[in-house]
């Protein structure tokens, strides 16, 4: 069996969450000002801002809770994937040494909003970026748009190009996990959903047979609202993000959601410190991954 198909099965029916890795350029000081780096550590937009972060990841992914018994996947940008953690690729040792699946962001950020949503931005470097994911033993890729308003035309638009880069994801040999996410604090959030779930089970239908895909959803206002997709054949996972919400909230919401398990991001750096001893920081590394894991297992 290929890492690739064993990767997937993991992906597929292991029990856990997803662990969201991937702050990039723009939301990065925003995730080391939480974590508590000092801001006279690095400066922003530099090396020393890259190096940073990856030292936070490098703390997180080392912890002995930070493992495949309870994470299936972790998502990570670029930058990460082409740093090293104890000697190895970052993917490497989360694959090799940790039993997770590693998957790659692979946006470069949002359009300006029309028709109450943002697409993504165009990709010009997609291919190359893919392949050199590919030759890494990633598995997988995620790639985020937003929907603001209920409004059809525009979220007919974004899963539509999702799952158009989607297929150029999967002929690449990678598994895209397509991610429509919500604005949680929409007026018109419980109607985005329903429109959105239609459009998505369309797009799964339009599949081949060989390709599938998984998706990333913001927890719904309606318990049970995402069961056809996880229901679906060629859907491998639905997984969520906070997307705003604290931990406990999100955990809550999660545990009502039958088959649907966490991504989160922020979530998951809540209550990790800088200027904690190790044993502090493994200590609450621990309990942030118990918890999510217990919501993600129902």
């Known amino acids: 069996m290929s890492n690739f198909d064993k990767m997937m099965?993991?992906?597929?029916?292991?029990?856990?969450f997803l662990a969201a890795l991937d702050q990039s350029g723009g939301s990065t000081p925003k995730a080391l000002t939480a974590y508590g780096v000092p801001e006279d550590k690095y400066v922003k937009g530099e090396e020393s801002m890259y190096e940073m972060v990856h030292e936070m990841r490098t703390r997180m992914i080392t912890t002995p809770a930070f493992s495949g018994d309870k994470i299936i996947g972790a998502i990570l940008f670029e930058n990460t994937m082409d740093r090293e953690i104890e000697g190895l690729p970052t993917g490497q040792f989360l694959w090799e040494k940790k039993g997770i699946v590693p998957f790659i962001k692979c946006d470069k950020g949002l359009a300006e909003?029309?028709?109450?949503?943002?697409i993504m931005k165009p990709m010009p470097g997609l291919d190359e970026l893919l392949k050199k994911s590919k030759a890494k033993d990633m598995f997988g890729t995620k790639m985020r748009s937003v929907i603001k308003k209920a409004n059809t035309v525009g979220i007919k638009k974004i899963v539509d190009q999702q799952f158009e880069v989607g297929k150029q994801i999967i002929a690449a040999g990678l598994c895209p996990i397509l991610e429509p996410e919500v604005d949680i604090t929409s007026p018109e959030k419980e109607q985005i959903e329903d429109i959105l779930v239609e459009e998505l089970l369309k797009g799964l239908d339009a599949l081949g047979d060989d390709e599938k895909i998984m998706i990333k959803l913001s927890l719904p206002t309606k318990v049970n609202l995402?069961?056809?997709?996880?229901?679906?054949?060629?859907c491998v996972r639905v997984v969520a993000l906070s997307g705003g919400y604290s931990r406990e909230e999100a955990n809550e919401i999660l545990a009502k959601q039958e088959g649907m398990i966490a991504s989160f991001s922020r979530a998951i750096l809540e209550g990790l410190g800088y200027g904690q001893t190790d044993e502090e920081f493994d200590k609450t590394m621990a309990s942030t991954v118990e918890c999510i894991y217990k919501a993600s297992c129902t």
């Open 113 to 118: 909003e029309e028709d109450g949503v943002q």
């Open 9 to 16: 099965e993991k992906a597929a029916k292991g029990d856990g």
């Open 226 to 234: 995402y069961k056809p997709l996880i229901d679906h054949p060629k």
